[in-house]
């Protein structure tokens, strides 16, 4: 039996995934939350298999609750449930340990099947979002060809990936908070990365997280 937990902030949509999921003999909902507040005080109390997640919530953007979640429950998989087909997003929630990022205009079998599919530990992506995924694979496949890494580069990117603001990489690195800023739009436009997103799959992807240098 998958324990899930549902949170969305529209009251008839949350309503609706509930239901559609106490109709699924495998899936128990074990709790609902309208907020990223509710949804980590959830996780803490039950440790679901997984959290049907909306992307936009009142209080707090459903990347960081899902980075949360994965950090005060590492066994609780999450799938981002959103109206947003936006690529940036979609990196994002894979960054901080979203194994799902489905549409909800998804019908209703496919969703059941993503759900299924990430409680048992695999990956889905929406089909729509597909195309999104093989260009960002491709974008950083053309940074091979960049200019190398310096030090400080490969510490900003560190520091990016694991979710850092500038505030806390200036505090790490010693630097004032425009410092980093400009350090970081540096980095970015020298290694053509349009964002942040793009610069922690960047790191992710050469490893440069298994690395204090």
Do not use: W
């Amino acid at each position: 039996m998958t324990r899930a937990v549902v949170v969305d902030d529209h009251g008839v949509v949350r309503t609706g995934l509930v239901a559609l999921l106490n109709r699924t003999p495998d899936v128990a909902v074990v709790a609902e939350a309208a907020s990223g507040e509710e949804a980590l005080k959830a996780v803490r109390m039950t440790r679901p298999d997984i959290v049907i997640l909306d992307l936009r919530l009142p209080d707090m953007d459903g990347v960081e609750v899902c980075r949360q979640i994965k950090a005060v429950s590492p066994g609780t998989e999450v799938i981002i449930v959103t109206s947003f087909a936006d690529e940036k997003a979609l990196m994002e929630a894979i960054l901080a340990g979203a194994k799902g990022y489905v549409l909800k205009s998804l019908d209703n079998n496919d969703l059941l099947r993503a759900i299924e599919t990430v409680a048992k530990g695999g990956s889905a992506i929406d089909p729509a979002l597909s195309a999104q995924v093989i260009g960002g694979v491709q974008k950083l496949a053309a940074h091979k060809d960049e200019p190398e890494l310096t030090p400080q580069e490969r510490q900003l990117l560190r520091l990016i990936a694991q979710g850092k603001t500038n505030r806390e990489i200036g505090q790490e690195l010693y630097l004032s908070e425009k410092t980093v800023r400009n350090y970081i739009s540096n980095l970015l436009a020298k290694h053509n990365m349009k964002n942040r997103a793009e610069a922690a799959a960047y790191a992710v992807s050469h490893g440069l997280l298994d690395t204090d240098r």
